[in-house]
């Protein structure tokens, strides 16, 4: 059963925690991404990487971090430096070709208490 | 830097009503252009994907289709049902690069 998995679904924080987020696919793509999506707006790419151990900076990286070990997963660490983290955080893969899509996983929906 | 515009926002039909969607993207050098659908709470669904050579692609009442020198795409929903309820997003990616930017979507509703 092929497809991206997060968790969790709902998450709440502390001001001043770091919290990570998990991504997994089993999809064996090589690209994997983490937009943040605030309501009534599209998506906005946090981090991106395309191939295992390197990833990019989206459009809005900072108070954010991500690591790329396996090419199955691909967490995302929510740091204290994240000023406004409450967000609905979506994390989605891809192959390369110009006529493969972009598969999403469920999303985590995160709070800051 | 590539902007993607969705119009309308929000879209209230009657069941039955044939629709259009609109996306339009300012920089043509694109990879492809998809649309999705999302419901509330939820990831995305893909719709409909369309090649840079492509001019439009169709799944069942859903018809998509792009002109890259105009910098549109538009998607057609043909008999329109309370199902169809959710909001629709546009994404281009770029030439030879694994990026996707995002419109903000057409919250559509259709009223029984």
């Known amino acids: 059963d092929g497809g991206i998995t997060q968790s969790p679904k709902y998450l709440f924080r502390k001001e001043g925690q770091n919290v990570t987020l998990s991504c997994e696919q089993n999809l064996n793509h090589d690209a994997m991404y983490w937009y943040r999506q605030d309501p009534g707006q599209g998506l906005r790419l946090i981090y991106y990487?395309?191939?295992?151990?390197?990833?990019q900076k989206g459009d809005i990286a900072e108070g954010y971090s991500v690591s790329r070990e396996k090419k199955e997963s691909f967490p995302l660490t929510v740091t204290s430096a994240q000023k406004n983290p409450t967000a609905f955080y979506l994390c989605?893969?891809?192959?390369?070709?110009?006529?493969?899509?972009?598969?999403f996983g469920p999303g985590t929906r995160l709070t800051v208490l | 830097k590539q902007e993607v515009t969705q119009i309308p926002a929000a879209l209230s039909v009657p069941e039955g009503e044939n629709l259009v969607l609109n996306c339009s993207f300012t920089?043509?050098?694109?990879?492809?252009l998809q649309w999705f659908r999302q419901d509330p709470g939820k990831g995305l669904t893909s719709l409909l994907l369309i090649q840079s050579s492509q001019r439009e692609q169709t799944s069942g009442r859903l018809n998509a289709s792009l002109d890259k020198s105009s910098g549109r795409s538009t998607l057609y929903i043909a008999a329109s049902q309370p199902g169809d309820s959710a909001t629709y997003l546009c994404?281009?990616?770029?030439?030879?690069?694994?990026?996707?930017?995002f419109g903000s979507g057409t919250k559509l509703n259709v009223k029984p």
């Open positions: 994404a281009v990616r770029l030439n030879n690069f694994n990026k996707f930017y």
């Open positions: 990487s395309q191939i295992v151990n390197d990833f």
């Open positions: 920089d043509s050098a694109i990879y492809n």
């Open positions: 989605a893969s891809s192959a390369r070709g110009a006529g493969d899509t972009q598969y």
